[in-house]
Every structure is written in structure tokens, then in C-alpha cells.
């Protein structure tokens, strides 16, 4: 039968020396700095739908496809405006829409609404109104930082046709950002 032994460390001093204990030192993480202003440019690909024809109600669309940068930071661009731009003033509707930037590090998702949308303003600068409404990753304290702006959109290379393709009216848009930290 085999005699037992019991584990003896050939370290002299006490072992409590030699080893982090459960309380040991935490590297401290330093707060997240947002600048006070955000600028940048996007510009990419986008997609018109013009309303429907004898459909009360039916407005533009214009999906958004494109990148860019922001203070910087490179960004894949996202989004979609909708608003009816047939209606004559004063009872024409904002337009209203998203826009999602994003990269590796994370996500920022900007509300954007302003004056009626049509995409017979080819060539056309429009400002809308953004804010920040979310943010994920290393962008998530823009989220509730407050920030809010402007977006100049302006669309180019959209050749109104008289039937209009499943996929939309091809052309291109540019936006430049700017928005500051509110209080």
C-alpha cells in the first residue's frame, strides 16, 4: 500500500508573498473623451424611388449606400430618407430618414429630417437636422452625449427615365457632417 504525502512547497517564507491576491491592483480604464464637434464627409451610391403614380400619399425614397470619414475615422455608410415631395406647400411632409456609419469598432445612427424630398433636385444641396440616436462599440457614449447638427445632402447622376427599374434610379449623393455637443 502506498503512504501518502502531503504537498510541501521547498520555498521558505510564507507563499502569500509570491502570489496576486483577489485584491490585487485593477488597471484603471480612462473615460471615454468625445471631441465637441464632429465633421466629416460621406458620398457613395443611392437609389430613387419616385412615388407611385395615383397612389395618395406615396412619397420619395432614396436608399444610400457609400463611405467616408468623420473626424478622421473611416466609416461604411448606410441609410434611407422618405418624404413627399409631390404634395405642394405648406401641406408637404419633412422628409425624414437614417443614416448608420460603421466600422470594426462599432456603430453611430443618425436621425435626419428636414425640408420635402425630391429627387428631381439632382445637383440640388439639401440641410437636414441630424441627431444621434444610437451607438454600439467604442462609439456607444455618442449615443447619449447629446450631439446634434446639420447633413448637406446633395444627389448627382440621377436620369429621371419614365419607367423606373425595381432597384431604383441610380445616381450618387455626397453628405457633409457637422454636429456639436448640446449643453
Known amino acids: 500500500m502506498r503512504t501518502r504525502r502531503q504537498f510541501?512547497?521547498?520555498?521558505h517564507g510564507a507563499?502569500?508573498?509570491r502570489v496576486v491576491l483577489s485584491h490585487g491592483v485593477v488597471a484603471s480604464l480612462a473615460p471615454l473623451t468625445l471631441p465637441p464637434v464632429l465633421s466629416g464627409h460621406i458620398s457613395g451610391s443611392s437609389h430613387s424611388f419616385p412615388p407611385v403614380a395615383?397612389?395618395?400619399?406615396?412619397?420619395?425614397s432614396v436608399k444610400l449606400s457609400?463611405?467616408?470619414a468623420v473626424d478622421g475615422i473611416k466609416f461604411q455608410t448606410t441609410g434611407s430618407l422618405s418624404g413627399n415631395g409631390t404634395v405642394a406647400p405648406p401641406f408637404n411632409q419633412e422628409s425624414q430618414g437614417t443614416l448608420t456609419l460603421k466600422n470594426a469598432h462599432g456603430s453611430v445612427t443618425l436621425?435626419?429630417?428636414g425640408p420635402a424630398l425630391s429627387v428631381r433636385q439632382n445637383g440640388v444641396s439639401t440641410t437636414y437636422n441630424i441627431t444621434v440616436t444610437g451607438a454600439t462599440g467604442a462609439y456607444s457614449a455618442a449615443a447619449s452625449a447629446g450631439y446634434t447638427g446639420t447633413a448637406t445632402l446633395s444627389f448627382s447622376g440621377i436620369k429621371?427615365?419614365?419607367k423606373v427599374p425595381k432597384a431604383?434610379?441610380?445616381g450618387k449623393f455626397t453628405?457633409?457632417?457637422?454636429?456639436?455637443?448640446?449643453g
Open 168 to 170: 431604383g434610379l441610380p
Open 15 to 17: 507563499l502569500e508573498d
Open 54 to 60: 395615383n397612389l395618395p400619399g406615396s412619397g420619395y
Open 160 to 162: 429621371l427615365t419614365g
Open 175 to 182: 453628405i457633409q457632417l457637422s454636429a456639436s455637443l448640446v
Open 8 to 11: 510541501r512547497p521547498l520555498l
Open 66 to 68: 457609400g463611405s467616408g
Open 111 to 113: 436621425a435626419l429630417q
